[in-house]
Each structure stands twice: as C-alpha cells, then as structure tokens.
C-alpha cells in the first residue's frame, strides 16, 4: 500500500484546507484510512478515520467539529476537510492505513510522507 498526502500549505486563522491522500495498492486488508498530525516536539496524534467499507467515520476530540473526513472512490482518495483552522493545529498532517480505525499511531500498518500546515497571520 502506498499513501500519497498532499494539500497542505500556509493559511490565515480562521481559514479552511483540504488535505488529500490517495492510495494505491492492495488496500482491502487495510480499510481503515486514518489522519494524524505531528506538531515539533509533540507525539503524533490521531484526528480521524474512515473505513472505506462501510463508511463509517471515527473523530478524536482533536477533529471533532472543526474536520471533516470523507472518501472519494473514483480517484481512490481520503479527504480531511479542516475548518475555522487556529495556529494550534500548525503541523505536519499524516495520512495511515489499518486494518481497523483508531487513535493509536501504531495500529496503522503504512503510512504517507506527511503534508506541512501552517496556520500564521
């Protein structure tokens, strides 16, 4: 499996980006496609996951309300939507895939390179 994540970039607080990770590879052992992020000098965390599946979706209190993930099967690509962004969510944002979704980075098997969002005036 291979994971591609990209979209990231330099937003104002207050504005909104769409990370993207498009997979490639034998993913029906892996349907758990999940987002964390990196901030320097912090643990990765999760955000959210989706099971490509059934659809169902999973939020930490990271991602709640403010993110939104979503599965486009023609181009065989994850979403996160982020909204009403604030510099706290400056990181590098990663893109994961599991057999089943969850917080805890080391239940994804493979992972993306990982996409820089800064959020700055």
């Known amino acids: 499996v291979q994971l591609q994540a990209s979209g990231g970039g330099l937003v104002q607080p207050g504005g909104s980006l769409i990370l993207s990770c498009a997979a490639s590879?034998?993913?029906?052992?892996?349907?758990?496609i999940g987002w964390f992020r990196q901030a320097p000098g912090q643990e990765r965390k999760g955000i959210s996951c989706i099971n490509i599946r059934n659809l169902n979706t999973f939020y930490t209190t990271s991602g709640k309300g403010r993110f939104t993930i979503s599965k486009d099967y023609a181009k065989n690509t994850v979403y996160l939507h982020m909204n009403s962004l604030e510099p706290e969510d400056t990181a590098v944002y990663y893109c994961?895939?599991?057999?089943?979704?969850?917080?805890?980075?080391?239940?994804?098997?493979?992972w993306g390179q990982g996409t820089q969002v800064t959020v700055s005036s």
């Open positions: 590879g034998a993913t029906s052992d892996d349907p758990a």
């Open positions: 994961a895939s599991g057999s089943a979704c969850g917080s805890q980075a080391y239940l994804y098997d493979y």
